[in-house]
C-alpha cells in the first residue's frame, strides 16, 4: 500500500488528490509517479480502470511551469471522447496548481478550439487527425513541449495512427519525455514505440492476467440467429444499471439500437459515422442514466471511465484479444465488479480459444437463457422493487384502497396481479438484423507469442466445458444446455 505523500508530489497538486477522493495511490501509479518524475521515459502496462491516467497526469502536471505561456506537454489519443475525458481529468489534477489541459479533437468546430488556444492551455489532450491540421495551420505550436504522452499507446502505434504520430512527434524537440501508456503492449508494437524513446523503463504492474480479476466473464455459444433474443434475455434477467453492447460494424450498432427500442429498452447507439454533437449527447445521456444500453463500435472499448456500467456483452466477438480487453474493461473499474458476456457462433470458437490463450483466463460458459428464465429475472426484480418500497417508501395513501382489494379477493390473487401489472413480460417483437460474417481464425495464426501444445490445448478445452457444465445450477438451464 503506498500513499500518495510518498511520492514525492508537491502539497498544489496533493490538494487536488485528495479533492478527487483518491486515498492510496494504485500499483501502477506508485511505481510509474516516482520514476517519471524524475523525467525518465516510461512505458506503463497495467489493467483496466486502475488509474493510468492519474499515472501519467500526475507527474505531468508537476513538471509544468505555469507561468509558461507556452504548451509545455502533449497526450494523443485515439478517441474524441476519451480525449476530452483524459483532459477533464488533468484539469481535476491540475487545478490547484492553476494548470490547464485542453482537448483538441476532430468534428468540432475548428475556429472554436482557435479561440480556446487563445487561453493558453499548458497542455493539449488531443486525436491525431486534429492535431496534424492544427500543426499545419500553425495554430498549435510544439517547440516547447517537454512531455509527450501516448494513451492507449499499442493503438496509436498500430497501423490505423503510426503516420500520424510520426509527423506529431517529427514536430516535438527530441530532448523530451516520452510516456506509453496501455492495458495491453502487444511485444511488436511495443519495440516500434521504444524507437521513438530513450532508454524507456517498462513498468509492468505484474498480474496473472491481462483481464482484471472482479470481471466475471462468460460466453454463450449460439448460431447467428439467435443472438438477439439471447441479449434480450440476459438484460431481463440481469438488469445491468448500465450495460454497453458491443457490435462488430456500424450498421449493426444501428440496427441493435432501432431493434432493442422496438422491444421497449432505451438504447443508442455510438459509432465513427455520427455526428460529433450525436456521439457527445448519447455519451452524456449514458452517463446520466437516461438510455441505461449503449451499443458500441470498438470506438466506445478504449479509456473511456463511465460509472455505473456493470454489464458488457459482446454480441460479437471481438477482432483481437486486445479489443477484448479492452471492451470488457469498461466494467469492473477501480476495484468495482463487472460482468462480461461474450457471444460466440460455432465456427468462432476458434477465435474464443484465442483470446482466452492470449489473456490467459477462461471464460465460463453458460447456457442460452429460456424465455422463462428472462421472466423470473423479472419477477425477481419486481419483488425486490415491492420489499424496496415496504423498506423506505411512504405507501399509507395507498392502504385504504388495498384494504378494498381485500374485501373482495383473497390476498395472494391481489398480490399476484398487482406483480404481473409491474412485471416486464418478455417481448418478443421480431426485429431485423444484417447477419454478419463470422470472425474466423485459424488456431496457429497467433501461436509465435507463446506456443502451445496440442496436449496442453486438449486439456484447456476440457476444463472449460467441464467447468461450464458445473455452473449450470437449474434444471431449466440444464435443459436449454446444448441448444
Ligand atoms: N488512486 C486512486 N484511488 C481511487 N480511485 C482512483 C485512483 N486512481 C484512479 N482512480 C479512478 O479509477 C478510475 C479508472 O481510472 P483510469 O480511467 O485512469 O483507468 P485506466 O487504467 O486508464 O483504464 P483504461 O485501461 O480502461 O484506460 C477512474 O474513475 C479514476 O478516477
Ligand atoms: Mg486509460
Known amino acids: 500500500m503506498t500513499m500518495f505523500h510518498e511520492l514525492g508530489i508537491s502539497e498544489q497538486v496533493m490538494k487536488s488528490i485528495q479533492a478527487m477522493g483518491f486515498e492510496e495511490a494504485t500499483p501502477i501509479q506508485a511505481e510509474t509517479i516516482p520514476v517519471s518524475l524524475k523525467g525518465k521515459d516510461v512505458i506503463g502496462q497495467a489493467q483496466t480502470g486502475t488509474g493510468k491516467t492519474a499515472a501519467f497526469g500526475i507527474p505531468m502536471v508537476e513538471k509544468i511551469d505555469v507561468k509558461n505561456p507556452q504548451i509545455q506537454g502533449i497526450v494523443v489519443a485515439p478517441t474524441r471522447e476519451l480525449a476530452i475525458q483524459v483532459a477533464e481529468e488533468l484539469n481535476r489534477i491540475g487545478h490547484f496548481k492553476g494548470v ?11 475556429n472554436r478550439q482557435i479561440r480556446a488556444l487563445k487561453n493558453k492551455p499548458h497542455i493539449i489532450v488531443g486525436t491525431p487527425g486534429r492535431l496534424i491540421d492544427h500543426i499545419n495551420r500553425r495554430t498549435i505550436r510544439l517547440n516547447n513541449i517537454q512531455t509527450v504522452v501516448l494513451d492507449e499507446a499499442d493503438e496509436m502505434l498500430n497501423m490505423g495512427f503510426i503516420s500520424d504520430i510520426e509527423a506529431i512527434l517529427k514536430e516535438v524537440p527530441t530532448e523530451r519525455q516520452t510516456l506509453l501508456f496501455s492495458a495491453t503492449m502487444p511485444d511488436p508494437i511495443r519495440k516500434i514505440g521504444e524507437n521513438f524513446m530513450k532508454d524507456p523503463v517498462l513498468i509492468k504492474v ?6 482484471v480479476p472482479n470481471i466475471e466473464q462468460y460466453y454463450i455459444e449460439m448460431h447467428e440467429k439467435k443472438k438477439f433474443d439471447v441479449l434480450t434475455r440476459l438484460l431481463d434477467m440481469e438488469s445491468p444499471e448500465l450495460a454497453i453492447v458491443f457490435g462488430r460494424t456500424k450498421r449493426r450498432v444501428d440496427e441493435l439500437s432501432e431493434a432493442l427500442n422496438s422491444r421497449g429498452y432505451a438504447a443508442e447507439g455510438i459509432h465513427g459515422d455520427l455526428t460529433q454533437a450525436k456521439r457527445t449527447s448519447v455519451l452524456n445521456k449514458f452517463k446520466s442514466g437516461t438510455i441505461e444500453v449503449l451499443v458500441a ?14 454489464h458488457v456483452y459482446n454480441f460479437d466477438i471481438p477482432q483481437d484479444p486486445e479489443s477484448y480487453v479492452h471492451r470488457i474493461g469498461r466494467t469492473g473499474r477501480a476495484g468495482k465488479t463487472g460482468l462480461a458476456y461474450t457471444f460466440v457462433t460455432p465456427r468462432e470458437m476458434g477465435q474464443l480459444k484465442n483470446i482466452e490463450r492470449i489473456t490467459k483466463r477462461t471464460m465460463v460458459r453458460r447456457p442460452i437463457p429460456s424465455l422463462d428464465d428472462a421472466l423470473e429475472g423479472q419477477k425477481r426484480i419486481t419483488a425486490e422493487k415491492i420489499l424496496y418500497t415496504i423498506q423506505h417508501e411512504n405507501y399509507s ?19 399476484a396481479a398487482a406483480i404481473k401489472l409491474l412485471t416486464k413480460e418478455p417481448d418478443t417483437t421480431p426485429v431485423h438484423l444484417t447477419e454478419e460474417a463470422p470472425i474466423i481464425v485459424k488456431e496457429k495464426k497467433r501461436d509465435n507469442r507463446r506456443r502451445e501444445t496440442g496436449k496442453s490445448r486438449m486439456k484447456a478445452i476440457h476444463n472449460r466445458s467441464g467447468r461450464g457444465r458445473s455452473t449450470s445450477t437449474g434444471s431449466a438451464r440444464k435443459k436449454t444446455y446444448n441448444k
Not at 505484474?206 to 483481464?211: D, H
Not at 463500435?297 to 460509472?307: P, Y
Not at 395513501?397 to 398480490?415: G, N
Open 397 to 415: 395513501f395507498y392502504k385504504h384502497l388495498a384494504e378494498e382489494l381485500l374485501d373482495e379477493h383473497d390476498s395472494v390473487t391481489v398480490v
Open 297 to 310: 463500435t470498438d470506438v466506445a472499448a478504449r479509456g473511456l471511465d463511465i460509472s455505473g456500467v456493470t
Open 100 to 110: 490547464k489541459a485542453l482537448p483538441i479533437y476532430g468534428g468540432q468546430d475548428i
Open 206 to 211: 505484474k498480474a496473472k492476467e491481462m483481464t
